[in-house]
């Protein structure tokens, strides 16, 4: 493809960004936890839920990290949402299909879902 | 196009890649295929982060986490680790010290924290072989704007607001550079890169054309355009490989994607770019040495004016600046020319990349505001000495440049600030030396090495420089005189004054510095036949002490000459007249009997 104007150049931008936005920082920050008793009660499904979430919806400027065990290990599995200059939120016994849910409520909408709401870090 | 929830970030600098970071890649892909995460998880491989003391180096984001001396057999474990279970490996994290905790994140390195990384602003951030990862920081947008928004006359004036200078070592104003290039006239101009990094222990050209190509390619084209030429070189030594490797690649993604060749982005202006290799001779980073070995001539400067913007290239006006002056284009036009004024001192604005080597803690790429003292740049950013010895002199701009001391180490760097102690900027190599450090024979060193360079064009650096290294060898070896010193002073004078370019007239700095901050090391050599530091063989002595000595032969075992005698019964001893001075004995001794003097 020959790019032959600025706005050519801003596309070829704009996806290029997305491509490597998980090195850019200031976003809202997805955690999951992933110790052994995360894996053992299904974070690695959440996991991938999420990241199908995301790119379902097309919202890039999401990272998505993986912790270790934190000790709340009854609680597992564990994701936590940090919105930038909000508190960071933490979700327990989450399941495959609460994903979509915390996705569009929490980080698209703002709204806490509280019925899996464990913990909140200022 | 999947999104990855994680880049890993392999450095593919020349350091690294020497440390194996090649494998460390391909273990990394083996080993996240292996858990099934190769379709959330990236591996990209970088140019030089900078911090090649603690390469390989390799990095996980989203986190930013920073690892060092990566080996292959540790790739299974990060990958376990840290991208299956969210561990961060503890034990590859870098380590200031015993008693300090370890850094997590790549910003919090002290190493980074006093860096303004605006030529080095893509090194070991992006693929340096993807155009794209380029355009998404801003690549290439420069280069629109002033192809599409702005005539020959605003660039220059915008470059002559930043401030920017010559990042090669003569410090010429660019804009200005520019601008006389511009009011040639002409049918027919190019704009050359100087890439012909010869200075033993600089390496931040290289490092740009490895990690960040493109930086120089767009720097290029805009230069083209302000001054009204169609075709440029690049002049690269051909013992770097990898540099000359990814510039092809690069070159080749910019001309598919319509932004170098005919027509760049639909507009008249058309700019090709060729790649000249280098045979790796140090005068040819002289630009008209520069300017004969790509017309196939051979690489001997030849006396200016006519200066390059005027008659240079194939006879037509021509530019040449350095490789990290090209890469400091792109930022100044989007970011404007106050902006980069607005850092660095009075008179020498923006960044400088040093290549910080030598008895430093943390050796390794460094880009500072200019204004930092070397305190700084020695203490903060490289750690400090090694073993924590005492800090002797720092040799600042290679073989051209001149070595600075303890005095010194508050001096803010800029360019007015070190001719003024007698060094140069140059090109940005900086060579730390601790109390170890002959001073005598480092001079020698870099005499060495520009007497071995003199194309031999001019008799002072052909002659000159020859006859001032015989004196240094007979200093040396304990053979000089006080008169030498004073005839050693006056051609040193005589060479730098009267020969044809750069090359001759730099030559002389390591000695007439070190004569000056270092005389008194000159003398112990001439009056007391003694090298201070213990260093130049010809005036040292290895002795075994006989209360010391247990007897054992290792000494006579390992030496190469045979010249140590002795046996259970008597100590060892040494014969003077048949010992090299070769040192070995005294590292094998077990019980430290045998010492230097």
Redesign the interface.
């Known amino acids: 493809m020959k790019i032959t104007s600025l706005e050519d150049l801003r596309k070829i931008k704009a996806s290029a960004t997305d491509q490597t936005s998980a090195r850019s920082e200031g976003k809202t920050r997805i955690i999951i936890g992933l110790g052994t008793c995360g894996i053992a009660a299904g974070a690695r499904a959440v996991m991938e839920a999420v990241l199908e979430e995301l790119s379902k919806r097309g919202l890039k400027d999401v990272s998505v990290e993986g912790t270790g065990c934190i000790g709340m290990c009854q609680q597992e599995p564990l994701l936590d949402v940090i919105r930038p200059g909000e508190p960071r939120i933490t979700y327990g016994r989450v399941t495959v299909q609460d994903v979509p849910r915390i996705v569009t409520e929490h980080l698209v909408n703002g709204r806490i879902v509280e019925d899996r709401l464990i913990g909140r870090a200022d | ?7 890993v ?1 392999v450095c593919g600098g020349t350091g690294c890649i020497a440390g194996g970071s090649a494998l460390v890649q391909a273990r990394m892909k083996e080993e996240l295929a292996k858990k099934g995460l190769d379709k ?1 998880v ?1 591996v990209v491989q970088t140019g030089c982060h900078g911090m090649c003391e603690l390469g390989p180096i390799l990095v996980v ?4 986490t920073f690892y060092t001396r990566v080996q292959p057999e540790d790739a299974a474990e990060i990958v376990e680790e ?7 490996v503890e034990r590859l994290l870098y380590r200031p010290s015993e008693k300090l905790e370890s850094v997590k994140h790549y910003n919090e390195l002290p190493f980074y924290a006093k860096q303004n990384r605006i030529a080095l602003r893509n090194c070991g ?2 693929n340096p072989d993807n155009i ?2 380029y ?4 690549g ?2 420069a280069m ?2 002033v192809l ?1 928004e702005m005539t020959p006359d605003d660039v220059i004036s915008e470059i002559k607001k930043s401030g920017l200078r010559g990042r090669g070592g003569g410090g010429f104003p660019t804009g200005m550079k520019w601008e006389f290039c511009k009011k040639s006239v002409s049918d027919k101009k190019y704009t050359i890169c100087n890439a012909d990094e010869g200075d033993p222990g600089a390496f931040m050209d290289r490092s740009i054309l490895e990690g960040d190509p493109h930086s120089v390619l767009e720097g290029m084209a805009i230069g083209a355009y302000a001054m009204g030429a169609d075709e440029g070189y690049i002049y690269c030594r051909a013992e770097y490989p990898l540099a000359i490797k990814r510039l092809k690649a690069a070159i080749a993604q910019a001309e598919s ?3 170098l060749g005919r027509n760049i ?2 507009t008249n202006f058309s700019f090709e770019l060729h790649i000249k290799e280098g045979a790796g001779a140090f005068v040819c980073g002289e630009e008209t040495a520069l300017m004969a070995s790509i017309e196939g001539e051979r690489g001997m400067p030849r006396p200016r004016p006519p200066f390059p913007a005027n008659k240079g290239l194939w006879g037509k006006p021509s530019n040449i600046n350095n490789v990290e002056t090209w890469a400091n284009v792109n930022p100044i036009i989007l970011k404007g020319g106050d902006w980069y004024a607005s850092m660095g001192t009075e008179k020498s604005k923006g960044t400088k990349v040093f290549a910080l080597t030598g008895k430093v803690k943390n050796t390794g790429l460094v880009e500072v505001p200019m204004g930092i003292t070397i305190r700084e740049i020695i203490f903060d950013l490289g750690g400090g000495i090694i073993d924590d010895k005492k800090f002797k002199a720092a040799q600042i701009g290679g073989p051209s440049g001149g070595c600075l001391t303890e005095e010194h180490l508050d001096l803010p760097v800029s360019y007015e600030s070190l001719t003024a102690a007698g060094a140069i900027m140059g090109s940005g190599g900086l060579v730390i030396m601790d109390e170890d450090t002959c001073m005598v024979d480092v001079a020698k060193f870099f005499l060495e090495f520009t007497q071995a360079e003199s194309c031999g064009k001019c008799v002072p650096c052909r002659e000159g420089t020859k006859q001032m290294l015989l004196t240094l060898q007979r200093i040396t070896s304990g053979k000089g005189t006080m008169e030498d010193l004073d005839k050693l002073e006056e051609l040193a004078v005589m060479v730098k004054e009267s020969s044809l370019c750069g090359l001759g007239q730099t030559a002389p700095n390591p000695v007439l510095t070190t004569l000056r901050y270092f005389r008194d090391e000159y003398e112990a050599h001439i009056k007391d036949k003694k090298c201070p530091a213990k260093a130049c063989s010809g005036l040292i002595q290895y002795l075994v002490s006989p209360d010391l000595c247990r007897k054992c032969g290792l000494c006579a075992k390992n030496c190469p000459v045979n010249c140590i005698s002795g046996d259970r019964q008597t100590p060892y001893v040494i014969d003077q007249s048949r010992c090299i001075k070769c040192g070995t004995c005294l590292e094998v001794c077990p019980f430290k009997a045998i010492r230097k003097e």
């Open positions: 196009m999947p999104t990855y929830r994680s880049h970030l959330e990236l984001y989203p986190e930013g840290h991208l299956y279970k969210g561990r961060v951030y992006i794209e990862e355009i998404a920081r801003d290439y947008q629109g704007k599409l994607y319509g932004l982005m639909g």
